[in-house]
């Protein structure tokens, strides 16, 4: 892990071309905060504190809905597709899932036997991937009784990056041994494997046909991958001295946009647009603290120690 913030709450968001935007809320930070997590409906945020503990808001009121102090050790945390779950992961191994309506009982279970670093709703809602520090990703069925239904290995380290295909059907997921591993989530078989990575992927994204996964981490480039092969169908260029913690379609089957972190941990984090067809870019001039597609528009936040504001961007 290259972050001195948890990697799986690293930015995941789909930009866009810099244009016309608008305000859509304007709050009172209540911690100095590296980053925040957006829902996907845009009704919720998760502000990750710099002393790790999570206040959870309210959107775009800025109302606090629940604070989790820093004793209780939350390291990391997701929305589901539609925004209706929020899971948390800590650091002793157990997960939370909990309704973001209020509309159901919280579920806490122990989802692996050391801290969650990575946690990815499958798009049904109701099947999550957690992966503790260092060990095999666990597939976990939310039913009444969390139920644990896959085991995926790694050769050596943890999670370090999942996402699954638009129709569900299959799950993406890499890890610290580099290799990307693709899964029928029907049996949860092994279907291909892609061992050509020498270092560490930390964003995995399919495009919105399904057809190919973008591999983003710390050789600081897109490589496309067939997902029905798992083989190299193309690489974009390297933005030196950093390494990408988010790759994200922009709503078609050609532009992706990255976000880079740093390597020396010194500069702020930076936006890049790829046309995937060109292998040209152009960048973004933001430093992106959380970013998410709400309705088809992009939100992104910006921030300083204490005020917090979400644009939308067209």
């Known amino acids: 892990m290259r972050s001195l913030v948890p990697m799986a709450l690293l930015f995941s968001c789909a930009l866009s071309a810099p244009g ?37 808001l309210s959107v775009p009121e800025g ?24 899971a948390i992961g800590y650091q002793g191994g157990s997960v939370e899932v909990t309704s973001t309506k209020g509309t159901a009982s919280a579920q806490r279970w122990q989802g692996g036997p050391r801290r969650i670093d990575l946690l990815s709703f499958l798009p ?25 239904v896959a085991t995926l290995p790694f050769e050596f380290g943890g999670a370090s990056a999942a996402a699954a295909s638009p129709d569900g059907k299959l799950l ?24 050509n990575f020498l270092l560490e992927s930390f964003a995995l994204q399919f495009t919105p046909d399904g057809k190919q996964v973008l591999v983003g ?10 997902a029905a092969t798992a083989k190299q169908v193309k690489q974009l260029p390297t933005d030196g001295g950093s390494y990408i913690v988010g790759v994200s379609m922009m709503g078609d089957q050609h532009r992706a946009a990255t976000v880079y972190l740093d390597d020396a941990g010194k500069k702020p984090p930076h936006a890049v647009v790829w046309d995937l067809a060109s292998g ?12 998410e597609s709400v309705a088809g528009k992009l939100w992104m936040c910006s921030a300083d ?4 504001t979400v644009s939308q961007h067209d």
């Open 217 to 226: 981490g710390a050789d600081a480039r897109i490589t496309v991958l067939d």
């Open 172 to 195: 993406v997921i890499a890890g610290g041994d580099t290799a990307v591993r693709f899964y029928d989530t029907a049996t949860w078989q092994k279907t291909h494997e892609n061992r």
């Open 305 to 308: 120690d204490k005020t917090l």
């Open 63 to 86: 109302k606090t809905l629940r604070t989790i102090p820093v004793e209780s050790k939350a390291y990391s945390a997701a929305y589901s597709s539609d925004g209706k779950w929020l």
């Open 280 to 291: 040209k870019s152009s960048a973004l001039g933001v430093a992106p603290t959380c970013c």
């Open 124 to 148: 049904d809602g109701k099947t999550l991937v957690v992966g503790p520090s260092d060990e095999a990703a666990r597939v976990w069925s939310l039913s009444e009784t969390p139920k644990l």
């Open 20 to 56: 016309a935007s608008k305000p859509i809320a304007t709050m009172q930070l209540p911690c100095p905060a590296y980053f925040q997590t957006l829902s996907p409906d845009g009704t919720q945020l998760v502000v990750t504190c710099r002393d790790m503990s999570m206040v959870v």
